[in-house]
């Protein structure tokens, strides 16, 4: 297999803002001419054309030829079952060995090319299901239908939806790598695990004790030239808020805000941009202490894992108050927060709605109080910073879903940290609040932090090769999202694992996408390292 051909002047790589703080790389390494090799003096380096002459651009046509086919399959978390039997059938398909658990995982064997039978077994892992969100407008319903990729130039998104790239384009690799008898790699393992976006409940369950690889090379990052090699852990907390409901006579008032920027409530929540649940808690406590309302419903946030783009809620005011003065309230709250938010919102809306006098299910005066004191005592964002790594988010929590469903209203709160001890102490300071104020708490998943090893030779060996395509050395870093492998190595002593993946933004929203040639670039390194795994 070809790999890349680059010309003589080095790539520009655009440099990590934050997203993501760097620890150290591994250590540079020359490049030597064979007298440099047997003790010879003066010799000159071999030069990077030299270095680069034997690599070409791969061909990935066949990886957005999948990528398209599991897009028209719905592949929401908790519901991985139609995605998860396509992969089994591609592995059927293809005469390759295959194990699918009850969790909806897979694992394909592939044997080696031949002539490297001898060289050490590796993994490719990647996740299987995706975070559903949509347009607020768009008539969707992704659980049954499918997304709609739209291609910009060199960007792919999704009509109105989250394109799924997180972590499609893994298994689309993967699918890709299996299916091609022309690369050269050794014994091969793919991995393709469920509902991570979850809690990383298909990493949790799945069973690796027979996998033969003790090197794992995981596709669920988002920066083409940056290495990820440790991760934080966390933890799924969620929280029933009891809500009375009785039939009640007013006037109901339709409260919205929209237009967020949201992202990714680990890779992002450094950029501090508003909730959409924590905005509208603002806002009703703001109404309430003018005028005491009833409150009918409150619901926002798509998954626990993305900060919500809005919200909305609906509340009863008696028939005696001052529209005036409540729509004055409500616009200067709604004009302080656009203040407060002006850099990382500028698109913040917020709409309200009278309607006419009627009688609804609404809760006591005495219930609303109670429910909002405790959604204002609520932690937010972050809460430490690491103190061993600058500019690193260590602990943080996203209050990502809020619905009102019957006689409660259910919250989804997504915790984070390097420190295990520490995302143990803000979910216990989860459920202590939550009981304070009368709710019932449930720490649903948790998963342990992917510590950083000194000792990586599958490190070792993707940085020489990224070296080798581009001159230059990658970036290797710890990010504050959460990534399997450390379950997996957890599962498997001596497991020695390294993320990498495409340039992909706005992940878990509306505005995700995917650069095409990006793509082309990680998958021509993931051949190019599967080559030198077989040497």
Request: proline share 3%; charged share 25%; aromatic share 6%.
């Given at each position: 297999m070809q790999l890349f051909r680059k010309s003589r002047k080095s790539p520009k790589r655009k440099p990590s803002v934050g997203k993501k703080s760097r620890i150290d790389n591994t250590e540079k390494t020359e490049v030597m001419t064979e007298s440099d090799a047997a003790g010879g003096e003066n010799t000159a380096p071999v030069s990077q054309e030299e270095e680069?002459?034997?690599?070409?651009?791969?061909?990935?046509?066949?990886?957005?030829?999948?990528?398209?086919?599991?897009?028209?399959?719905?592949?929401g978390s908790h519901h991985t079952k139609e995605i998860s039997d396509y992969i089994a059938a591609f592995a059927k398909e293809k005469g390759l060995e295959y194990v699918q658990d009850d969790a909806n995982n897979v694992i394909i064997s592939k044997k080696a090319s031949e002539g490297c039978e001898d060289a050490e077994p590796i993994a490719l892992q990647g996740h299987i299901d995706m975070v559903l969100a949509?347009?607020?407008?768009?008539?969707?319903?992704?659980?049954?239908?499918?997304?709609?990729?739209?291609?910009?130039?060199?960007?792919?998104?999704?009509?109105?939806?989250?394109l799924g790239a997180d972590n499609g384009i893994a298994v689309a690799m993967m699918l890709a790598a299996l299916e091609d008898d022309e690369i050269t790699h050794p014994y091969l393992e793919c991995i393709f695990t469920?509902?991570?976006?979850?809690?990383?409940?298909?990493?949790?369950?799945?069973?690796?004790?027979?996998?033969?690889?003790?090197?794992?090379?995981?596709?669920?990052?988002?920066?083409?030239?940056?290495?990820?090699?440790?991760?934080?852990?966390?933890?799924?907390?969620?929280?029933?808020?009891?809500?009375?409901?009785?039939n009640r006579q007013g006037l109901v008032l339709n409260i919205a805000v929209s237009g967020l920027r949201g992202g990714h409530s680990g890779a992002e929540i450094h950029i501090g941009s508003a909730n959409g649940n924590v905005l509208m808690s603002r806002m009703l406590r703001t109404l309430y202490s003018v005028c005491p309302f009833n409150l009918i419903r409150i619901d926002g946030g798509d998954a626990d894992n993305a900060v919500p783009t809005g919200a909305k809620a609906q509340v009863l005011f008696s028939k005696k108050i001052s529209c005036e003065e409540i729509e004055a309230a409500a616009a200067a709250e709604?004009?302080?927060?656009?203040?407060?938010?002006?850099?990382?919102?500028?698109?913040?809306?917020?709409?309200?709605?009278?309607?006419?006098?009627?009688?609804?299910?609404?809760?006591?005066k005495k219930n609303t109080d109670n429910l909002l004191m405790y959604l204002m005592a609520l932690p937010n964002g972050i809460t430490h910073?690491?103190?061993?790594?600058?500019?690193?988010?260590?602990?943080?929590?996203?209050?990502?879903?809020?619905?009102?469903?019957?006689?409660?209203?259910?919250?989804?709160?997504?915790?984070?940290?390097?420190?295990?001890?520490?995302?143990?102490?803000?979910?216990?300071?989860?459920?202590?609040?939550?009981?304070?104020?009368?709710?019932?708490p449930e720490v649903r998943t948790s998963y342990p932090a992917w510590e950083y090893r000194d000792d990586s030779p599958l490190r070792d060996l993707s940085v020489s090769t990224y070296k080798k395509l581009?001159?230059?050395?990658?970036?290797?870093?710890?990010?504050?999202?959460?990534?399997?492998?450390?379950?997996?190595?957890?599962?498997?002593?001596?497991?020695?694992?390294?993320?990498?993946g495409p340039d992909l933004e706005n992940v878990h929203t509306v505005r995700e996408r995917m650069k095409i040639s990006s793509v082309e670039n990680v998958w021509t390194?993931?051949?190019?390292?599967?080559?030198e795994a077989a040497l």
């Open positions: 680069t002459a034997a690599f070409e651009k791969a061909n990935a046509d066949r990886v957005f030829h999948y990528f398209r086919e599991i897009s028209a399959i719905p592949h949509s347009e607020p407008d768009k008539e969707i319903d992704l659980l049954t239908e499918p997304v709609s990729i739209l291609v910009d130039g060199d960007w792919m998104s999704a009509d109105g939806t989250t469920s509902d991570e976006e979850v809690g990383l409940i298909g990493a949790n369950a799945i069973d690796i004790s027979g996998l033969q690889s003790r090197r794992l090379l995981n596709l669920d990052s988002e920066d083409e030239g940056v290495f990820t090699a440790g991760c934080a852990g966390g933890a799924e907390v969620v929280c029933r808020m009891p809500l009375k409901l009785k709604a004009e302080a927060l656009k203040q407060e938010y002006s850099a990382t919102d500028p698109g913040m809306k917020w709409d309200i709605e009278w309607k006419d006098e009627e009688t609804v299910k609404a809760a006591s910073m690491s103190h061993v790594i600058a500019g690193m988010p260590q602990t943080s929590l996203n209050l990502g879903i809020i619905r009102t469903e019957g006689d409660a209203v259910r919250l989804e709160l997504m915790v984070r940290s390097g420190v295990n001890s520490q995302a143990a102490y803000l979910a216990d300071r989860l459920v202590c609040i939550t009981k304070g104020f009368g709710g019932k581009y001159g230059e050395e990658p970036k290797v870093e710890v990010i504050h999202a959460g990534l399997e492998c450390g379950i997996l190595a957890g599962k498997l002593e001596g497991l020695d694992c390294l993320s990498a390194f993931v051949l190019a390292l599967l080559k």
